[in-house]
């Protein structure tokens, strides 16, 4: 018989408070490993005891995975350390990149889904398993931006990405939602070409819209929509699930965020009450060439971070990806760079950056 769906919080010092009052109706918690990274040796040992109060898991969100560049190995190290300090039930990062060419984003970047991140995904996976002894959970993430040289769909990259590496989804359902508005795909239809049955946990926030966008901010309550799509993946996905609800922000009472993980549990048992059989996921087409390596990353990242290289390439495209040492293919493949994304995506970045400088 199939262990009970379980639905928890995210921690965050702003909750806690309520989260140790109301544990009886939580069942899981997940921690942001960043912020423990360099803590003091009493913050780490309170997480393993809260451990023996709550179900814990890890989270990371800088490691930047699915980069051809390869990850940040004293970070990857920092978070081998903490895991093995904590021993969570089990960790988790995203399917993005974060830095090239000497440059940090400040956020979380979508990859070009080609094979080339493919590739460059289940090497790095592959590292941090080593490294910590257990697979993690990688999670699809929220982008203002389609990402060029992307010959294949996001689903396509992550099924290849999940079959290839046998591993686990953290499959985000804001950042389903949010990318189906934003590029105009069908979210159900997404969630029929992803393995379901390789969802390991699932996560929920609120975002907000922003010029014919949503912004996954998760400041915000957890939308119907979001509730529906985790109504369709518990009909679909034969596993125990774990939801996770995501707040950064403009917090509520804690009695809404509790009605909040009660909303989720009804999806959730609506969902397993009208069972049916997940389709089969969409296998990687042929045409998945090898587009991007570190050059195409660190010249996104230029274009990211620094407003006149932008300019200018907006201006000549094709001419000033040519004059920075791309090869052709990746010049064409940036001519159909969604330009509103880009520059919404590098302000959103150059905001975060500046958050982080002043410690907020």
Sequence with gaps: MTAPDRVGLGWRPQLAAGILSNLDKIDIVEVIADDYYDAPAARVRSLRT??????????????????????????????????????????????????????????????????????AALTNLGQATRMVGTPPLVENIASLIDPPASPVTEAQWLSAVMHGGDASLLLDLHNVHTNSFNFGFDARAFLDALPLDRVG???????????????????????????????YVAARAPQRLTVVLER??????????????????????????????AKPSVELPP???????????????????????????????RAEALSAGLREDQAEALLRIDRVGLEMAARSFANKRGKRLSGH
């Design 50 to 119: 809260l451990m023996t109060q709550v179900p814990l898991t890890l989270h990371g969100i800088g490691l930047g995975p699915a980069s051809t560049a390869g990850i940040d190995a004293k970070r990857m190290a920092k978070f081998a350390r903490l895991i093995d300090q904590v021993k969570p039930e089990s960790w988790s990062e995203h399917l993005a990149w974060m830095r090239a060419g000497g440059r940090e984003l400040g956020h979380l970047a979508a990859p070009s889904r080609n094979q080339s991140t493919i590739d």
């Design 248 to 277: 950064d922000g403009s917090y509520p009472s804690m009695t809404d965020l509790l009605a909040q993980l009660g909303k989720a549990r009804e999806a959730m048992a609506r969902g397993r009450a009208n069972a049916v059989t």
């Design 201 to 231: 946990a699932i996560h929920i926030a609120g975002g907000r819209p922003h010029r014919q966008r949503i912004l996954d901010d998760h400041l915000h309550d957890v939308p119907d929509p979001v509730f529906d799509l985790l109504e």
């Design 287 to 317: 045409e998945a060439a090898r587009l991007t390596d570190p050059a195409l990353e660190a010249y996104l990242a230029k274009l990211l971070v620094e407003p006149p290289e932008r300019e200018r390439f907006l201006k000549h495209p």
